[in-house]
């Protein structure tokens, strides 16, 4: 075991590997080349070693995605939320609105799947789940400035973990791995996020430096078999929807047992893997539930968090203590109910709530302020003014 002191988080030495992530770095001629990525060259022998060194330039710039600003200063300081725009064609695009709901503009411009905004006040930069252009099976972590410019892909050249590779029976060349998640450290600086390999076997909790090529840290490590074999013989441990509380010292996540149900749990990183006070409080939920997207409050205080029916095809969100959490309660607030898929982040001034779902009018966009009052009932009202469907609400200020 070795810690990590300029995160305050335990790392368990199961693996760590390089996440090269370059921002505004130079020339960079070792860097690991995608095996999907093919050199459109026919060159023979005489010219392999110029062939090689086009392609490593190619993935350089496709780190970079974007340097263009698609908001203007002006629409940037206008903008209170963003949100994933979904149009008829199924094209989606991270889109800017007002806090009257009215639309500015979309930040993005490639028509491709999108989830998981996350801000950073400190650094106003954003960090969103998409798929890889040049493979529908893969997702990746990008980040870019609020007004659109500076998109990097932080994943694409990240192989999997050696254990990871074993247990695949692939090369580091592989390019389907799983990356979801990303929330933000208080300090805006490094983003954690899960890796999951696409058979489930291995999934992991890490941390990645978004300012240097510093390896990305393995925090946890769950497994579903054995590590030697890769057969499923034992439950899996999978952790998903994680985030760091406001001071870094908790982690809250979902461990999901065969997909679906699981439990929130809250993780104390001043412990060490596999102590007795590692996890220091649990939220269990039923096979019929899907527990989804924890998220501290503002103060840390508080956890906002979404539930799936799988049956009745609903959600719900809850709101509880962390120290009721930690105590054992399993009663949280209800706050409000809509159609399944429904998620909800919380304002900056952790008073109120942002939704994105289908509350009886279609998916769009709702603000819920939230009183002291446990019996009160709570209206929504919506924002968004688009016959456009929109999910991942994040408010921005």
């Given at each position: 075991?070795?810690?990590?002191?300029t995160?305050?988080?335990?790392?368990?030495?199961?693996?760590?590997?390089?996440?090269?992530?370059?921002?505004?770095?130079g020339?960079?001629?070792?860097?690991?080349?995608?095996?999907?990525?093919?050199?459109?060259?026919?060159?023979?022998?005489?010219?392999?070693?110029?062939?090689?060194?086009?392609?490593?330039?190619?993935?350089?710039?496709?780190?970079?995605?974007?340097?263009?600003?698609?908001?203007?200063?002006?629409?940037?300081?206008?903008?209170?939320?963003?949100?994933?725009?979904?149009?008829?064609s199924?094209?989606?695009?991270?889109?800017?609105?007002?806090?009257?709901?009215?639309?500015?503009?979309?930040?993005t411009?490639?028509?491709?799947?999108?989830?998981?905004?996350?801000?950073?006040?400190?650094?106003?930069?954003?960090?969103?789940?998409?798929?890889?252009?040049?493979?529908?099976?893969?997702?990746?972590?990008?980040?870019?400035?609020?007004?659109?410019?500076?998109?990097?892909?932080?994943?694409?050249?990240?192989?999997?973990?050696?254990?990871?590779?074993?247990?695949?029976?692939r090369?580091?060349?592989?390019?389907?791995?799983?990356?979801?998640?990303?929330?933000?450290t208080?300090?805006?600086?490094?983003?954690l996020?899960?890796?999951?390999?696409?058979?489930?076997?291995?999934?992991?909790?890490?941390?990645g430096?978004?300012?240097?090529?510093?390896?990305?840290?393995?925090?946890?490590?769950?497994?579903?078999?054995?590590?030697?074999?890769?057969?499923?013989?034992?439950?899996?441990?999978?952790?998903?929807?994680?985030q760091?509380?406001?001071?870094?010292?908790?982690?809250?996540?979902?461990?999901?047992?065969?997909?679906?149900?699981?439990?929130?749990?809250?993780?104390?990183?001043?412990?060490?893997?596999?102590?007795?006070?590692?996890?220091?409080?649990?939220?269990?939920?039923?096979?019929?539930?899907?527990?989804?997207?924890?998220?501290?409050?503002?103060?840390?205080?508080?956890?906002?968090?979404?539930?799936?029916?799988?049956?009745?095809?609903?959600?719900?969100?809850?709101?509880?203590?962390?120290d009721?959490?930690?105590?054992?309660?399993?009663?949280?607030?209800?706050?409000?109910?809509?159609?399944?898929?429904?998620?909800?982040?919380?304002?900056?001034?952790?008073?109120?709530?942002?939704?994105?779902?289908?509350?009886?009018?279609?998916?769009?966009?709702?603000?819920?302020?939230?009183?002291?009052?446990?019996?009160?009932?709570?209206?929504?009202?919506?924002?968004?003014?688009?016959?456009?469907?929109?999910?991942?609400?994040?408010?921005?200020?």
């Amino acid at each position: 075991m070795r810690r990590l002191n300029t995160l305050g988080v335990v790392v368990t030495g199961v693996a760590v590997f390089c996440m090269s992530v370059s921002f505004g770095c130079g020339s960079n001629e070792d860097a690991p080349v995608p095996s999907s990525v093919k050199s459109e060259s026919s060159a023979g022998k005489g010219t392999q070693a110029s062939a090689e060194k086009a392609m490593a330039k190619r993935v350089r710039t496709e780190l970079t995605v974007s340097t263009e600003s698609m908001l203007d200063a002006e629409e940037v300081a206008k903008t209170a939320f963003l949100a994933v725009e979904t149009d008829k064609s199924h094209s989606q695009e991270i889109v800017a609105f007002e806090a009257t709901g009215e639309r500015i503009g979309p930040i993005t411009d490639d028509g491709r799947l999108k989830f998981d905004i996350c801000y950073s006040p400190k650094t106003k930069r954003i960090v969103f789940i998409s798929r890889y252009e040049r493979d529908p099976n893969r997702w990746d972590i990008y980040s870019m400035a609020l007004d659109g410019s500076d998109s990097r892909n932080l994943t694409l050249e990240s192989p999997p973990p050696e254990e990871a590779i074993e247990l695949m029976g692939r090369g580091v060349g592989s390019r389907v791995l799983r990356n979801g998640c990303p929330s933000f450290t208080p300090d805006g600086g490094k983003v954690l996020f899960h890796q999951t390999t696409p058979d489930g076997i291995l999934s992991l909790l890490q941390v990645g430096d978004l300012k240097t090529a510093a390896p990305a840290v393995v925090l946890r490590q769950g497994e579903n078999g054995d590590k030697d074999t890769g057969s499923r013989s034992r439950p899996p441990l999978t952790y998903d929807d994680a985030q760091l509380s406001p001071d870094g010292s908790l982690v809250v996540c979902v461990q999901r047992p065969q997909g679906s149900g699981g439990r929130i749990g809250i993780m104390n990183l001043s412990a060490s893997a596999g102590d007795a006070d590692e996890w220091v409080g649990f939220l269990e939920f039923t096979l019929e539930e899907r527990a989804q997207r924890p998220r501290f409050s503002p103060d840390g205080t508080n956890i906002l968090y979404t539930v799936s029916d799988l049956k009745a095809s609903e959600s719900n969100i809850f709101l509880i203590g962390v120290d009721e959490i930690k105590k054992g309660s399993s009663t949280p607030r209800f706050l409000v109910s809509g159609k399944r898929g429904m998620t909800g982040n919380w304002l900056p001034e952790g008073n109120g709530i942002v939704i994105g779902g289908d509350l009886g009018d279609g998916e769009q966009v709702y603000k819920v302020m939230i009183g002291d009052d446990p019996e009160e009932e709570l209206v929504p009202e919506r924002l968004s003014k688009t016959p456009e469907i929109l999910r991942h609400p994040v408010w921005i200020r």
